[in-house]
């Protein structure tokens, strides 16, 4: 059986008042907007650790980094574009 105070890291009431709001509650991360500059430097920087233009796109669909359109998500190709030409 799955011990969900130790999970989560929190004590749960075994008779939550209703009307009363949650629980508990989850707040989301915020990231702060990123830059051409900052997407460049990042994926520059992986590609000298040997990543490759997939895998980059991985990593920055994971961390939720928007396209340069703001539209879709990354891919090898994109990656490869931005890198060729910053």
Do not use: C
């Not at 989560?8 to 709001?21: K, R, S, T, V, Y």
């Amino acid at each position: 059986m799955l011990d969900l105070e130790a999970v989560l890291g929190i004590e749960l009431d075994a008779e939550p008042a209703l009307g009363n709001g949650p629980v508990f509650t989850v707040e989301t991360k915020t990231s702060a907007p990123v830059t051409r500059r900052q997407i460049f430097d990042r994926i520059h920087r992986s590609r000298k650790d040997g990543f490759t233009f997939r895998q980059i796109a991985d990593i920055l669909n994971a961390n939720r980094t928007p396209t340069l359109s703001g539209k879709g998500r990354w891919d090898a190709r994109k990656v490869r574009r931005f890198y060729s030409r910053p």
